[in-house]
């Protein structure tokens, strides 16, 4: 054997790589040479998907209806083997719950993970052992999945599981899912060691989200607080004016009212949010997020990404016809101007009414945007059939101008309003990096034109796909296709 394979870093690297193809390999490695067993058997080992491997090393092992079963056995009870592997795993999912007869496995047993860096526990596996098994001393990242259903067990089970965390000092990552109706107030305040906390619940009372709000290393969080009062939560704030509210935070993810979201960024310090992501709840008019768009403007975002959703009876045979007043328009974010944003993502089940000039006017506020979409892909199937897009191929014309850092654009617009030869002018030569665009349209496309716009403009393009389009699949199929040749031909 050549001494290289021999130097770790080598053989790591190597490792690595087979890994990406299964452990098959790397059981074959183990089994070549005893300098390559152990580093081997780590790889192996470092990642499982499950218990059961680990856990089919204990006598009397067996798995019944999903569960594991670790009953009574005739055989001399040994844990060397369980030891030797349990020392190796850095990650692993429960998925199975785990029944086991204390007469012949002594519970201290699980406690053997002692490398453990990641853990998720599914619904059905939430148990003594699996959470033993879990809380291990080096542990960095933890995912709870109580799920649901509304029940006093399940919310007393995710009040008793994070009181535990307490004594896990490493604890950087922390994601919780399910029903909770108890005040977590408590057993968050012992884990301030967190970088990352991602809290879907159920219920979040105002005291456990000013909990979470004094964490000094919490650069992330993600949040569903559509339960919390705007009211109460404006108290809890002005309570503890001498407090620091999320002094480290820099990504913000939240399901809430836009005006409680707004009362929440008024309070963060000025220069560290740099991502906010609002999942708007109440079916509330563009109009209504005036107050968070303008709470947004003494923040240095980069990122912004607003879900809206309106109330479609899907029982209705015909489509409503909206007001003016329900879709966004170029007014409604004029707040948002001076936001070095790179990210606008407007995730609305409406498309906005935005005009060509509005489009280059957007071009003009954020020209370093490297993602950019503008209402759902199916946003325009919610509208009737007599709206029209303001937008044109003329948007397109003043995106690759304005935005020389565009990759990946979602637009609604109007494909068959200017042919290619009536606005050769309009259409930029040189290279440009958008390499994925989705388009909108009720119009039926010219394919010919259109496709040799498309390749003129973005000579990167990879991926054209049609969002909404009616009935004019097959004419998109052919734009697709006839980009993709052109590009081919180009390179």
Known sequence: ?????????????????????GKSSLCCAARCCQAWKDPALDYIWRQLPSAVPLLSLLPGFSMQNDNIRLGPTTQDVTFTAFHSYAIRVKHIVHCHRVLVDLTSIP????????????????????????????????????????????????????????SLLKGCSSLEQLYVRGHS?????????????????SLHLSS????????????????????????????????????????????????????ARPALVALILRQLPRNNLCSLHVDATGPGPPSAFEGLFKAMTTLPLHQFTLEHAISIDESEDTVPAYTPDKYFTLDHFQPLSKLPLRCFILDSSLPPDLSDPAIEEMTKWWPFLERLELGAQTALENVETTWKPRSSLASLCSLARGCKHLRSLVITLDANSL????????????????ASLTISSPSRPDVPSLSAMLSRLFPSLVDVTPGFVGEHEDAWAAVQTTVSNLGRRSS
């Open 419 to 434: 042919p290619l030869s009536e606005h050769h002018g309009l259409v930029p030569l040189g290279s440009h990096p958008l």
């Open 204 to 255: 979040l009372t105002e005291q456990s989200f000013m909990t979470v709000s004094a964490f000094p290393l919490l650069v992330d969080f993600d949040v569903h607080a559509n339960c919390l009062s705007y009211e109460y939560l404006s108290t809890a704030i002005a309570r503890s004016c001498d407090a620091s509210f999320f002094p480290a935070l820099e990504n913000l993810k939240i399901r």
């Open 181 to 197: 109706s108890e005040c977590l107030h408590m057993p968050l305040s012992s884990i301030t060691t967190l970088h990352s906390l």
């Open 107 to 162: 519970m201290h047993l699980f406690h053997q993970l002692s490398n453990l860096e990641s853990a998720r526990i599914e619904i059905r596996a939430i148990g003594e052992v699996t959470l033993r098994m879990s809380l291990a001393p080096r542990l960095r990242a933890l995912a709870l999945q109580v799920g649901y259903t509304k029940s006093n067990s399940t919310s007393t089970t995710v009040h008793g599981m994070m």
């Open 1 to 21: 054997m050549h001494s290289a394979l021999l130097i770790d870093e080598i053989l790591q690297f190597i490792f690595e790589v087979i890994l990406n193809d």
